[in-house]
């Protein structure tokens, strides 16, 4: 695929329900996530209705379960070298959840987690059949039913910055003072604003991303959230450019992020 190593080129919700998940996310956000999975494994496309890929969801099992895994939303970054990024990254105080492994007709990918402990996916992808030029879409700075934004909670933003920034090759530059909360630290990645880096919120206690998904109302989003069985967190708060966003948990436990206009 051409999209440069260190983008964001695919999300995935892990959850222990993907039916109900399809139920909120689909009412939420405005999707259409596949009603059953395409093969043994309980995975499902994510579909946007411009009929791209939003990301993907994975079920959960009772054995994933028991070996630690939780509801969670987590990132792909793109790297054409897997197995020697992700020993540099162990190297540098980071941790092999999963190990590089193949997966025909999908690529090469590891999980890990960051010095912090937040995680990740790590993927060379395999690009479809006689599209090599083509590129993932699943992140976008202003459209809806895609990831728009990519925040990073940390334990400790500055070692975080210096982090990603080091092994994929993003810039830190700009930041906003949000007092007691510390600063908010702008990440761009190609020339590109993707999100940005902030100390643990007050009810969190380990490091993780949290994504922010384009809807077409925040209102009327927030208040699907709230009739299928969600929480809202925090917001909605008006943004840079007169947007809103707002974060919460879905039901079965993954946190997320909202953000688009307001149309009243």
């Known amino acids: 695929m ?31 996530i596949e009603g ?3 093969g043994e494994m309980d995975y499902r496309m994510i579909r946007r209705t411009d009929g791209g890929n939003a990301g993907g969801i ?12 939780q509801p969670s939303w987590v990132g792909y970054l793109c790297d054409p070298d897997v197995d020697a ?14 190990a590089p492994h193949d ?6 990918f590891a999980m890990l987690r960051d010095p ?27 459209q809806p039913q895609h990831v728009r934004w990519n925040e990073l909670l940390s334990s400790d933003p500055d070692a975080s910055a210096g982090f990603y920034t080091r092994h994929f090759g993003w810039t830190q530059q700009g930041e906003m003072d949000m007092g007691p909360a510390g600063k908010y630290l702008f990440i761009q990645h190609d020339g ?6 902030m100390g643990l919120a007050p009810q969190q206690t380990a490091s993780a991303w949290q994504f922010y998904i384009g809807v077409d109302d925040i209102d009327r989003a927030i208040g699907a959230v709230n009739a299928g069985g969600g929480t809202i967190r925090n917001g909605p708060h008006q943004i840079p450019g007169g947007e809103y966003s707002a974060s919460g948990i879905d039901p079965q436990g993954a946190c997320f992020g909202i953000v688009g206009p307001r149309s009243n």
């Open 85 to 98: 990024r992700a020993a540099a990254i162990v190297a540098a105080g980071g941790a092999l959840t999963i």
């Open 116 to 142: 912090q402990g937040a995680a990740f996916y790590l993927m060379d992808p395999v690009p479809p059949p006689g599209s090599d030029a083509a590129a993932s879409d699943v992140f976008s700075v202003d």
């Open 192 to 197: 590109v604003g993707i999100g940005a880096i």
């Open 36 to 38: 059953k999975p395409a």
């Open 2 to 32: 051409t999209n440069p190593a260190g983008s964001f080129i695919w999300y995935e919700l892990m959850t222990p329900d993907p039916d109900a998940a399809k139920t909120f996310y689909d009412a939420v956000v405005g999707w259409s």
């Open 58 to 69: 994975l079920g959960l099992s009772v054995e994933m379960i028991a070996g630690g895994a």
């Open 103 to 108: 997966m025909p007709g999908v690529g090469r």
